[in-house]
């Protein structure tokens, strides 16, 4: 898949292509039907398929500190479309300037000029340019003149999370923060992760048996309710199963809430420095304090035998 950052990344030869244009945080099972049917529709046309999407989210251009935490970041995201047999990533900077295109100007300068649209395929809620004024109707209205077609993908995906509600973002974002990974992983079409950079903490895991891979995440990242999960951390390229501590640890009474990680059953793992993903199976339970150190290395036990049992019966359904 071919990622360009910026109009001016487009290949100048670039031909007709059908497009899809959204926010697309997480590619959650809802936005894989949009894109899932873009990449059809191309197929059928026999051109490219193009996902546009922007950076920063541009909420915090417009209302800046309203930022959403972040489902997945630009990388994964990349990933996860790709997966999904999108021919082409357009990552669009988004700033006060940008924000000023009204929609007919956002049409002409991204969708006519640079990808030629043969046709854009958006859900029914689809809004764009200045002030989110434009949408659908004015989209179709425009195709006419321009020679693209519009199909809405109105096809609503829901299931048992948030009970009942259409599949959105806001939803997955809602359940990850209430530490809901059966409803996230519902919404997602598979289990959160979170992604960073392991740094060096206070190592009181390796001193107590259980050392673990803090992870420093990037800003924005939804990170889970604090508690203890079931899970895996992925590094190199090998999953492994873990289990996850998200929280201040207030057994210690340390302040800085941190994301941790102990690859169940491995010895001697040196991953300072190196970027991981850890994804999020189950809620085991909340963080506790305890009386006595005996009876903390007695619940971390207890936690991983938990975690090991979900992981292994997880891998065994898949």
Do not use: C
């Amino acid at each position: 898949m071919q990622r360009w950052r910026g109009l001016e990344d487009i290949p100048q030869d670039w031909g007709r292509s059908v497009v899809t244009i959204g926010s697309y945080d997480g590619v959650h099972r809802g936005h894989q039907l949009i894109i899932g049917r873009a990449v059809s529709r191309a197929r059928a046309l026999d051109v490219p398929s193009v996902v546009v999407t922007f950076d920063p989210h541009p909420s915090e251009v417009v209302r800046p500190g309203s930022h959403p935490p972040i489902l997945a970041p630009y990388d994964r995201r990349a990933e996860l479309m790709a997966g999904l047999g999108v021919d082409a990533l357009l990552i669009l900077p988004f700033t006060a300037e940008f924000s000023q295109l009204s929609p007919a100007d956002f049409i002409v300068k991204v969708l006519v000029d640079k990808l030629h649209a043969r046709a854009v395929i958006e859900g029914p809620n689809f809004r764009f340019g200045h002030r989110a004024a434009g949408n659908v109707d004015f989209l179709r209205e425009l195709g006419s003149t321009y020679d693209y077609e519009v199909e809405v993908v109105d096809l609503v995906e829901r299931g048992e999370a948030g009970g009942g509600v259409p599949f959105s973002s806001t939803l997955a974002r809602r359940l990850v923060a209430e530490g809901d990974m059966d409803g996230a992983a519902e919404v997602l079409g598979r289990p959160h992760r979170v992604e960073g950079v392991v740094v060096r903490g206070a190592q009181r895991g390796r001193e107590l048996g259980y050392p673990t891979a803090n992870v420093e995440t990037a800003p924005h990242t939804a990170i889970p309710a604090d508690g203890v999960y079931a899970g895996w951390l992925t590094a190199d390229g090998e999953r492994m199963p873990a289990a996850i501590s998200v929280g201040t640890n207030v057994q210690f009474d340390a302040t800085e809430r941190t994301v941790e990680a102990y690859a169940i059953d491995r010895v001697g793992l040196d991953l300072y420095g190196k970027h991981v993903a850890v994804d999020f199976l189950a809620y085991v339970r909340g963080m506790a304090r305890f009386e006595s150190l005996d009876g903390l290395l007695e619940a971390i036990a207890d936690d991983v035998k938990r975690a090991r049992v979900l992981t292994d019966t997880y891998d065994l359904h898949r």
